[in-house]
């Protein structure tokens, strides 16, 4: 399956507001934790799959034009590191839904 499709998909739910209503239900959501399901609608799910695609950040082109050069181990290393910078950019976008 491929991404194009499960955003698809996750837009089609999220933007169904019985569907919504339903999966925090079952999660047992209170009234003031849905500001943070809030922070999952198509518009911003859109966002963070921008923000864990971009490639204009400098130390992910270094990290990247490294890894033909390291070894195996070494490459999953890269890999790792190149996941959490991309993850310590979402920190800005959640913190806006405290």
């Known amino acids: 399956m491929n991404s194009d ?3 698809s998909k996750i837009n089609d739910i999220l933007s169904d507001p019985k569907a919504k209503e339903s999966i925090q239900e079952m999660m047992g959501v209170s009234k003031s934790q849905k500001n943070t399901i809030d922070a999952f609608s198509p518009e911003n799910i859109q966002r963070i799959s921008q923000l864990m ?14 890894k033909p050069y ?4 070494r490459e999953r290393q890269i890999d790792n590191a190149i996941k959490m910078l991309r993850m310590t950019k979402l920190t800005g976008f959640f913190k806006d839904y405290n």
Do not use: F, H, V
Not at 55 to 66: E, F, M, R, T, V
Not at 70 to 73: E, L, P
């Open 5 to 7: 499709n499960i955003m």
């Open 70 to 73: 390291m070894s195996a181990t």
């Open 53 to 66: 695609t971009d490639n204009s950040d400098p130390k992910i082109n270094l990290l990247y034009a490294l």
